[in-house]
């Protein structure tokens, strides 16, 4: 044998890239996918809010965590903090209704929806 097969060589390496390509995509969104509704004259916020999103599965994360009891999440933060709600498109109108209606009981004033802007 006068050379050496690069092909095989050649088929796992491209097989490593494709995977190091796809798993990099996970870890820099690091988000929950939710397809947002959008909007033509939505503003950026300025301050870190508290984010609260409802996925399409009626599944609540608060910080990109997992909540089973939103009461319980909400108790330790402040009343004064900006809460944003990001919602699924594809919700029914009164699952977010009922969502804001949660938080505002528990006495956040500042709570708006976060849309994806057109």
Not at 50 to 68: M, S
Not at 88 to 113: I, M, P, Y
Request: no cysteine; hydrophobic share 55%; net charge neutral.
């Amino acid at each position: 044998m006068d050379s050496i097969n690069v092909v095989p060589l050649v088929d796992v390496m491209l097989v490593l890239l494709t995977i190091v390509l796809t798993t990099a995509t996970f870890v820099v969104n690091g988000r929950i996918p939710v397809d947002l509704a959008s909007s033509k004259t939505a503003q950026a916020t300025q301050v870190a809010p508290i984010v609260l999103t409802l996925t399409a599965e009626h599944v609540l994360f608060l910080n990109d965590k997992p909540v089973q009891d939103l009461a319980a999440a909400l108790t330790p933060l402040a009343r004064d903090s900006i809460v944003v709600v990001r919602a699924d498109g594809r919700l029914a109108l009164s699952a977010f209704v009922d969502l804001v209606d949660q938080v505002k009981s528990h006495g956040f004033k500042q709570v708006s929806l976060e849309v994806k802007r057109t």
